[in-house]
């Protein structure tokens, strides 16, 4: 945790913060990405994230796990899923998911892999879960029906604000 925030503070202080009391700087940061301006969305995001908004840290992770306007860091990535994913955001756990899978930034774990992305389905909005379901079913693939069931076990017992 303190080695994300002094990541996220370094970008921040390198980049120049957004100022304070945006109205929606998530929604900001979306259209600052949609132009390609992805060093602004990066300097909109890192406030907020650090504040413990799940969106913005989820939107922040994949910057830092694509190297989209801050340098690639899968570490800082899979940490950022991490807030993101315990606080229930959808995007945030299949992405962590998708980390475990490919064990970037986070050891490889298949059962934590398909944890993540079946959370992510049952989370999702309609036009979300199918997606999710197919990248869940494709970590279930490749796993044992012992490993899927201590998977969906995992799912079952999580709660809100843990991991």
Known sequence: MRRLATALATVSLLLGA???GHADSV???RSAYA????VR???MLTPPALRGDARAQAMLGFMYENGFGTPQA???ASDLYCQAAAAGNPFGQAMLGLMYDKGHGVPQDVVLAYKWLNLAAGHA???QRSYYLRLRNAVASKMSSD????GQALALDW?????
Do not use: E, K, N, T
């Open 125 to 127: 909005r309609p036009a």
């Open 27 to 29: 929604a900001a940061a």
């Open 18 to 20: 957004a100022p304070p």
């Open 35 to 38: 132009r390609g301006d992805f």
């Open 41 to 43: 969305a990066v300097r």
């Open 159 to 163: 709660m809100p604000g843990q991991l």
């Open 147 to 150: 490993q899927i069931a201590q």
């Open 74 to 76: 899968y570490v800082v």
